[in-house]
């Protein structure tokens, strides 16, 4: 399907539309291929068959930008939206193109989106790159509608997590009298005891730093016009 041909005429336009094409085919990269290549998969934001790809996939066969909308902030929607419609401008120039132009709004789709979640942009990962446990059954836990699994994963991992750095703890606590250097060592492991759950605590009851919030979740009320 060929999106966003729009007339246009030999003046002015053509010159920026050419600058255009130009300045996306330069910043696009190798990575064409991956994302043409990219299939349906639960995975994490910044791979090529992760949610945000999907959604990027989807938006521009529609040409509508309102599928990756909800992966960024409302301040970074201009952006979007203007990243958007040159994609489209430049993709039916032919396949090359089309691939480049389509990477390139993919990589400034993640780098916002990631952005928004105070996390850094490295680039793309390729299709089928390795995902945290937690965040595939997170995943999986949505496509099937049941939380039993990654509840039953999240909590296996987080007692086992505890128990290990109790343990040590217990154990090295026994001579933490003894010497500086077995007291030193109880300190050490009473403190990675004590940071471990209280990260877990934290985390669980939304009172610590932690994964940053979705974009603009105070904003899902209101939604986009």
């Known amino acids: 399907m060929r999106l966003g041909n729009r007339p246009i005429g030999r003046s002015r336009s053509m010159t920026r539309k050419g600058?255009?094409?130009r300045s996306i085919l330069a910043s696009a990269g190798a990575l064409a291929v991956a994302f043409l290549a990219a299939l349906?998969?639960?995975?994490?934001?910044?791979?090529l068959d992760g949610p945000v790809a999907l959604a990027a996939q989807a938006?521009?066969?529609?040409?509508?930008v309102t599928p990756v909308l909800k992966w960024v902030r409302s301040g970074d929607e201009p952006?979007?939206?203007?990243?958007?419609?040159?994609?489209?401008?430049?993709?039916?120039?032919?396949?090359?193109a089309k691939a480049l132009a389509d990477?390139?709004?993919?990589?400034?789709?993640?780098?916002?989106?990631?952005?928004?979640?105070?996390?850094?942009?490295?680039?793309?990962?390729?299709?089928?790159?390795?995902?945290?446990p937690a965040v595939r059954?997170?995943?999986?836990?949505?496509?099937?509608?049941?939380?039993?699994?990654?509840?039953?994963?999240?909590?296996?991992?987080?007692?086992?997590?505890?128990?290990?750095?109790?343990?040590?703890?217990?154990?090295?606590k026994k001579h933490a009298e003894h010497n500086v250097v077995a007291?030193?060592?109880y300190v050490a492991a009473y403190v990675d005891l004590v940071h471990f759950v209280e990260r877990l605590y934290q985390d669980a009851t939304?009172?610590?730093?932690?994964?940053?919030?979705?974009?603009d979740e105070h904003e899902h009320q209101r939604g986009h016009e």
Request: hydrophobic fraction near 40%; aromatic fraction near 4%; proline fraction near 5%.
């Open 59 to 64: 938006a521009l066969e529609k040409g509508d």
């Open 103 to 132: 990477t390139w709004f993919l990589e400034t789709l993640v780098r916002i989106h990631r952005a928004g979640e105070g996390a850094p942009f490295t680039g793309l990962k390729p299709v089928g790159s390795p995902v945290d």
């Open 79 to 96: 952006e979007i939206r203007a990243a958007f419609a040159r994609t489209l401008l430049v993709r039916g120039k032919g396949p090359e």
């Open 137 to 172: 059954a997170a995943d999986d836990a949505l496509a099937g509608g049941s939380v039993d699994e990654l509840l039953a994963l999240v909590t296996k991992e987080a007692a086992s997590g505890i128990r290990k750095r109790f343990q040590e703890a217990s154990e090295r």
């Open 19 to 21: 600058r255009t094409i």
């Open 206 to 215: 939304g009172t610590g730093g932690g994964h940053a919030e979705a974009p």
């Open 183 to 185: 007291g030193r060592a």
């Open 40 to 47: 349906p998969a639960s995975t994490h934001c910044d791979t």
